[in-house]
């Protein structure tokens, strides 16, 4: 106490206080990720109007249509630029892109999603949920606090559970799948390949890394919430299964000859996502 008199007695009198007096500020920590998630690669061609145009295991996908194109989540901050000089490979120019659609508000996801809304002109589409989150740049996450932040970015239109977002005759319908964030959504839609109709479904993640399950203040239910994305995920319309973290649904994007050399189901995510979930929630029970 008598150290806090004296240093404000120094400054009130205009005395200089030593250097040594004070704590220095904190330290700016920057959000550090696997490299993989990092390591750009060529457009991979998924379907006949689909390619994957992110990094090696992160996945953006754009969508062609007659219309222009879509987006469907962007990875790091710092893919940007490669999105757009990818985009450029596959002929499509920033004003092409007409709608940005995208998972969850992380910043390994949504991180170039401000700009490029607004190099692009394009409209980004979210839920009440993750729009709030989107908005304040990943600030006050439930989980993460401040620790993952990415350039904040305004929504241009909300869609309810089961709504269908439309662009050059593709429909791209929304599923709410909450657990891993609040607004976590999952898209599904019909493309072709090899002259078959295929249903593309690209799911969110559900997983719940380092979260507090039970009795969790913040998100009560969250548990429940869980349970009913498995739920959801499981009756999709599925016959190719995408996710935003490549890895999850048996994606490598750097073998462009066999970029899925683990074709994953729609079930089988669900499946595998419950069990880590219901062994998380034991180890979690086990501690004193």
């Given amino acids: ?31 550090t990720v696997d490299p993989e998630w990092l390591t750009p690669v060529p ?40 999105l757009l000089d990818n985009m450029a490979r596959l002929g499509v120019r920033p004003q092409d892109l007409r709608l940005i659609l995208h998972s969850h508000a992380h910043a390994d996801h949504a991180g170039p999603l401000a700009e490029l809304r607004r190099l692009t002109g394009a409209r980004l589409v979210s839920n009440a949920e993750s729009a709030v989150l989107l908005q304040r740049g990943g600030s006050d ?42 607004g976590s959504m999952s898209w599904t839609w019909t493309d072709t390949h090899q002259g078959q109709a ?15 399950l039970q009795h969790n203040p913040r998100v009560p239910k969250l548990l429940s919430a869980y349970r009913a994305s498995f739920a959801t995920v499981r009756a999709l319309p599925c016959d190719l299964l995408l996710t935003p973290h ?12 066999h970029p899925q050399p683990r074709p994953t189901s729609c079930v089988a995510y669900a499946d595998a996502a419950e069990r880590a979930l219901q062994a998380q929630l034991r180890a979690e029970q086990a501690k004193p």
């Fill in 43 to 82: 457009p991979v061609r998924i379907s006949d109007h689909v390619w994957q145009i992110g990094t090696r295991s992160l996945t953006a996908l754009l969508v062609k249509t007659d219309d222009g194109a879509v987006l469907i989540d962007g990875g790091m901050q710092q893919s940007a630029r490669l």
């Fill in 198 to 212: 295929l249903r593309m479904a690209y799911v969110d993640s559900l997983s719940a890394p380092g979260y507090r």
């Fill in 246 to 257: 490549a890895d999850n649904s048996g994606w490598d994007y750097a073998d462009a000859a």
């Fill in 141 to 182: 996450d439930l989980h993460f606090g401040d620790s993952i932040l990415f350039p904040p970015v305004a929504v241009d239109r909300l869609v309810q559970d089961g709504e269908t977002v439309q662009l050059g005759g593709i429909d791209f319908t929304v599923h709410f799948t909450p657990g891993h964030t609040p």
């Fill in 1 to 31: 106490m008598w150290m806090t008199m004296l240093v404000a007695t120094a400054i009130s009198a205009g005395t200089r206080v030593p250097a040594c007096a004070a704590q220095p500020l904190l330290q700016l920590e920057a959000y």
